[in-house]
């Protein structure tokens, strides 16, 4: 099973697509955890995402493409894929459908997750993850229950990603309603796309996720 998972930045899309990973056994292709690790590489296209995505802009379609093209010619998410935080533009959204018929594969579902903006500002200005296993938590919402180390693997080292704050929140926000959210549209006429309420409690919002899965138009 295929498919992509929609939302503005903070409105769980990493946290939804790892759970769902884990349900259906299915790989998450995360372009933003993809362009993060190639900064740390100091490769050449992390040099060139780095500044843009500290301003939250974002990285220039042909560089992204080609990234999610290598990934999948490397085999990642044969055996099925949920897409966390690609398309993000229509072009990447055709770009997608052509690499997939060329591999007679196609989507099954486009799962869109609703949220509000300003929600979506408190939620990210706060968040951070264990430097060691990722666990993720936040400083309002879920600190970990003994302060400083990480309830999973007891590691003492966190970490905030450099986009992270109120004022790059907002430029990836604006990016988003202008760039991405037209790609609802072109996935509504495919007939594919489903509305899920991004606003409630994570297990309530999963379930809903996993519901719209089995219900789904071409599930
Ligand atoms: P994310 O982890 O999905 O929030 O992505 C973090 C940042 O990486 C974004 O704000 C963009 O700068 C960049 N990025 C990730 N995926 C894409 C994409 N599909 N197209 C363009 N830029 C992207």
């Given at each position: 099973?295929?498919?992509?998972?929609?939302?503005a930045?903070?409105s769980?899309?990493?946290?939804?697509?790892?759970?769902?990973?884990?349900?259906?056994?299915?790989?998450?292709?995360?372009?933003?955890?993809?362009?993060?690790?190639?900064?740390?590489?100091?490769?050449?296209?992390?040099?060139?995402?780095?500044?843009?995505?500290?301003?939250g802009?974002?990285?220039?379609?042909?560089?992204?493409?080609?990234?999610?093209?290598?990934?999948?010619?490397?085999?990642?998410?044969?055996?099925?894929f949920?897409?966390?935080?690609?398309?993000?533009?229509?072009?990447?959204?055709?770009a997608l459908?052509?690499?997939?018929?060329?591999?007679?594969?196609?989507?099954?579902?486009?799962?869109?997750?609703?949220?509000?903006?300003?929600?979506?500002?408190?939620?990210?200005?706060?968040?951070?993850?264990?430097?060691?296993c990722g666990?993720g938590?936040?400083?309002?919402?879920?600190?970990?229950?003994?302060?400083?180390?990480?309830d999973?693997?007891?590691?003492?080292?966190?970490?905030?990603?450099?986009?992270?704050?109120?004022?790059?929140?907002?430029?990836?926000?604006?990016?988003?309603?202008?760039?991405?959210?037209?790609?609802?549209?072109?996935y509504?006429?495919?007939?594919?796309?489903?509305?899920?309420?991004?606003?409630?409690?994570?297990?309530?919002?999963?379930?809903?996720?996993?519901?719209?899965?089995?219900?789904?138009?071409?599930?």
């Open positions: 099973m295929n498919i992509v998972l929609l939302g930045p903070g769980g899309k990493g946290t939804q697509a790892k759970s769902l990973e884990d349900a259906f056994g299915i790989a998450q292709l995360s372009t933003g955890e993809m362009l993060r690790a190639e900064v740390g590489k100091g490769s050449d296209i992390g040099r060139k995402a780095d500044e843009i995505m500290r301003a802009q974002l990285v220039p379609d042909h560089l992204i493409i080609a990234l999610i093209e290598t990934t999948l010619a490397d085999g990642a998410g044969r055996d099925g949920i897409l966390d935080g690609f398309p993000r533009t229509v072009p990447q959204a055709e459908d052509s690499m997939l018929e060329t591999k007679d594969l196609k989507l099954d579902h486009v799962l869109e997750l609703e949220v509000d903006d300003e929600a979506m500002v408190e939620r990210i200005s706060g968040r951070f993850s264990c430097a060691k666990a938590y936040h400083d309002s919402f879920k600190p970990p229950k003994s302060d400083g180390i990480c999973v693997c007891g590691s003492t080292e966190f970490v905030r990603r450099a986009d992270d704050n109120a004022q790059t929140v907002r430029e990836r926000l604006k990016a988003y309603h202008a760039q991405t959210e037209p790609i609802s549209a072109y509504e006429k495919q007939g594919i796309l489903t509305k899920v309420d991004g606003m409630g409690e994570i297990d309530q919002v999963t379930k809903d996720l996993t519901k719209a899965i089995k219900t789904g138009s071409r599930g």
